[in-house]
């Protein structure tokens, strides 16, 4: 039995239908299983991170456990006694998504929210692999209802480049790392191909939709006002504005060849995704 945290999440959802495509047993926690759109071969169960009652019998029976904290300056001691609920329910593998430049300082505020998780992970006494990707090439339909309305799309990186990685591709990796001990003591920083920018980004889509899509750069003042009037803390987008900084002075142009490790493959481009993709951004 595995269990994956996080399971109706970007890379929690896409581990569960990877592990089921291989006849694994899973065990898929959620706040909400009646809303869950998960395979049926999944057993879904309620779960809520502050209530570890709950958490203890997700974990129970579980030989490994994925690992996907909530992320941000409130949510530090969850992060922890996450890992602290699978190891004491017995779990002997534990696999953490963290995020790319977790614990280096320039990045700011935000290269810290994940560090205690990653060394309570670490500190845990069983086996334990940490994924850290770096931008999900999913970030991008959060232009749908932009470029649907033929608007500009935001950019708050400005000209800053990262090696977008394809959320498929961070989960065969979390898939590898939960049925084997083989990554046991492995951080591994998951990116693309290449390196590109928002508007780099931008322009494939645009030639995947055969149209042309214009990009609005957004000052960091601007993008701070922003993320507060949609509900995120102040302290919240400070630290997510320190990474965009970081990202903007090219700190996050980075590609690495640990997902070809892993999965003896190439990573899938941001063109490939787009590819598979592109309907969203029409229908």
């Known amino acids: 039995m595995i269990v994956i945290t996080g399971a109706t999440g ?48 997700a974990f129970a029976g579980a030989e490994a456990a994925f690992l996907v904290g909530l992320l941000g300056p409130d949510y530090v001691e969850l992060d922890q006694a996450l890992a602290a609920a699978a190891r004491d329910a017995g779990v002997r593998r534990l696999v953490k ?13 935000v290269g810290t929210w994940h560090v205690p998780g990653e060394q ?11 994924l850290r990707p770096s931008s999900f090439a999913t970030n991008t339909l959060s232009w749908i209802a932009s470029i649907q309305a033929g ?12 090696g977008v990685v394809d959320p498929r591709d961070v989960a065969s990796v979390a898939v590898e790392a939960l049925l084997s001990d083989a990554h046991s003591g492995r951080i591994y ?24 899509i214009e990009v609005d ?4 003042e601007a993008a701070r ?25 090219g700190g ?10 892993v999965l003896g493959r190439a990573p899938r481009s941001y063109a490939d995704w787009v590819r598979d993709h592109a309907t969203a951004f029409t229908s």
């Open 10 to 57: 970007t890379i929690g959802s896409e581990v569960v239908r990877q592990l089921v495509a291989r006849g694994v047993k899973v065990r898929a926690v959620t706040r909400d299983p009646q809303r869950a759109q998960l395979p049926t071969e999944a057993e879904v169960v309620q779960g809520d991170y502050a209530d570890s009652a709950s958490m203890a019998a």
């Open 97 to 109: 998504l963290s995020a790319i430049g977790t614990g280096t300082a320039d990045i700011g505020m």
């Open 120 to 130: 309570a992970v670490q500190n845990s006494g069983v086996a334990w692999t940490i």
């Open 151 to 162: 608007q500009p799309v935001p950019n708050m990186s400005g000209d800053g480049t990262q």
């Open 189 to 212: 920083t998951l990116t693309g191909p290449e390196t590109l920018s928002t508007h780099d980004q931008v322009a494939a889509l645009a030639s995947a939709l055969g149209r042309p």
């Open 217 to 220: 750069d957004i000052p960091l």
């Open 225 to 249: 006002d922003l993320m507060v009037a949609s509900g995120r803390s102040p302290e919240f987008a400070d630290g997510a504005l320190q990474g965009q900084a970081y990202v903007r002075a």
């Open 252 to 261: 996050n142009a980075i590609v690495t060849q640990d997902v070809r490790e």
